[in-house]
T-cell receptor, first 113, second 115 residues
Framework: SQTIHQWPATLVQPVGSPLSLECTVE??????LYWYRQAAGRGLQLLFYSVGIGQISSEVPQNLSASRPQDRQFILSSKKLLLSDSGFYLC????????????FGPGTRLTVL | DAKTTQPTSMDCAEGRAANLPCNHSTISGNEYVYWYRQIHSQGPQYIIH???NNETNEMASLIITEDRKSSTLILPHATLRDTAVYYC????????????????FGQGTELSVKP
């Protein structure tokens, strides 16, 4: 069966520091991968998605970037964190069809102080 | 993607059926109805989805009205562990291959299952 991992689970970082969050998927090949952020309240916002190695699409302009160095690895980064980057970051995977069901990881809680 | 409307919160007694409504009056013929739930501080969990027929799996049943303008998620025997925020999402049934499929989450319904 497929499994999705995210780490770290929680992170507290000072403003201006760099960020690297990692997501890996097991048990599937060539997945679509997604990064969402959940800020105040309950809605999730899609940040990036990737349909293959090195292929990244950005949904909203922001202080973050994403990379996909391997088929089942998705990384979310920032060179300098802002207070507004605080939130709950969720990675998801799906099959290659854009409408396949998305399955979410456990998330990373980021607090920027 | 069509917008959905859900009640902000609902209560349900443990062991009883939980019926969570969702209105999606502007849904298009090629759009699915998806349900996810999110337990506090966890990632969203996929529950079920459907196009126009009623669907059932080990977690829940999905009842879609004939005009497809609303649906109901049914948890047949709610337990305390079903306490969560439940999201109803409408999304297009098909996009080209190698395209990302965005899920648009609203505010959802906060279901509290009480002993």
């Amino acid at each position: 069966s497929q499994t999705i991992h995210q780490w770290p689970a929680t992170l507290v970082q000072p403003v201006g520091s760099p960020l690297s969050l990692e997501c890996t998927v097991e048990g599937t090949s060539n997945p679509n991968l997604y990064w969402y952020r959940q800020a105040a309240g309950r809605g999730l916002q899609l940040l990036f998605y990737s349909v293959g190695i090195g292929q990244i699409s950005s949904e909203v302009p922001q202080n973050l970037s994403a990379s996909r160095p391997q088929d089942r690895q998705f990384i979310l980064s920032s060179k300098k964190l802002l207070l507004s980057d605080s939130g709950f970051y969720l990675c998801a995977w799906s099959g290659r069809a854009g409408t396949d069901t998305q399955y979410f990881g456990p998330g990373t809680r980021l607090t920027v102080l | 993607d069509a917008k959905t409307t859900q009640p902000t919160s609902m209560d349900c007694a443990e062991g009883r059926a939980a019926n969570l409504p969702c209105n999606h009056s502007t849904i298009s013929g090629n759009e699915y109805v998806y349900w996810y739930r999110q337990i506090h501080s966890q990632g969203p969990q996929y529950i079920i989805h459907g196009l126009k027929n009623n669907e059932t799996n080990e977690m829940a049943s999905l009842i879609i009205t004939e005009d497809r303008k609303s649906s109901t998620l049914i948890l047949p025997h709610a337990t305390l562990r079903d306490t969560a925020v439940y999201y109803c999402i409408v999304r297009v049934a098909w996009v080209g291959r190698n395209q990302g499929g965005k899920l648009i989450f609203g505010q959802g319904t906060e279901l509290s299952v009480k002993p």
